[in-house]
């Protein structure tokens, strides 16, 4: 696909939606499922950042997501302890940075979060994009802790309630970055799950049915195509389109 042709958004945000089905259609476990959209995610990446896009930010494991199983979510604690570092070295290679997003407390082992800060330790010199795991997250938890920072700052006097406006919000998320552009959900699923609610205002959104596992380097140009039909609006009226 020549990308000179198309809208490329600055930041994509994807939902990994669908690896137990997957798995359970093929015969297989939830946990196969799992480690194989992990799999998949590591080479999706690198496809990602290739077309021009500079922020991907995926949802890997929701504050929520602790609510099943015992042996689902030991087996995603497990891939994550053995999968990050190999990760980040990978993505270091590519010169992509890694971040977190999501609270770094229980019921997260130290451990994983050891891991996690080194993770982005190793790659914060990294300069040709960046890829942010939302990693025991949950939108409302993060404008919570956001509201926590901002008020502490004011009350530090850094600046006045009457400073604070729409743009500030983006610096005191668990990671200070631009708006989602455009916000896919793999499996045909049509929510959002409480993932960057703030940051994805005005996304454009896409549903495909294809399950996680499945959604590869094809796929995603699918999704740029679709992009790329879009009218961003914003709120407002392209007169020319209308007209047309």
């Not at 950042?49 to 500079?54: A, D, S």
């Not at 982005?120 to 938890?141: A, D």
């Not at 006045?160 to 552009?181: A, R, T, W």
Request: aromatic share 14%; net charge neutral; with cysteine.
């Amino acid at each position: 696909m020549d990308y000179s042709k198309i809208k490329i958004p600055n930041h994509v945000g994807i939902i990994l939606d669908g690896n137990g089905r997957w798995a359970q259609e093929r015969g297989l476990t939830r946990s196969e499922g799992h480690q194989e959209g992990f799999n998949n995610l590591m080479k999706l990446t690198e496809h990602v950042f290739k077309t021009g896009v500079k922020v991907l930010s995926v949802y890997a494991f929701s504050t929520e997501n602790f609510k099943r199983s015992k042996e689902e979510v030991d087996f995603l604690m497990n891939l994550f302890e053995n999968k990050f570092a190999e990760y980040a070295k990978d993505l270091k290679e590519k010169n992509i940075r890694l971040v977190f997003s999501g609270g770094r407390g229980k019921p997260v082992k130290k451990k994983i979060i050891d891991i996690i800060n080194k993770c982005e330790e190793i790659t914060k010199e990294c300069t040709n994009g960046i890829m942010n795991i939302c990693f025991n997250y949950g939108s409302h938890l993060e404008l919570v802790e956001a509201f926590k920072k901002m008020h502490t700052d004011i009350d530090n006097h850094k600046f006045s309630i009457d400073d604070v406006n729409e743009d500030m919000l983006y610096h005191y998320m668990f990671q200070d970055l631009p708006p989602i552009d455009f916000l896919i959900r793999t499996s045909g699923e049509l929510r959002l799950s409480n993932f960057m609610l703030y940051q994805a205002s005005y996304a454009e959104l896409y549903f495909p049915k294809t399950y996680f596992p499945s959604f590869d380097a094809k796929e995603f140009d699918k999704a740029l195509l679709e992009y790329t039909s879009r009218d961003r609006r914003f709120g407002g009226i392209n007169y020319e389109t209308k007209n047309n």
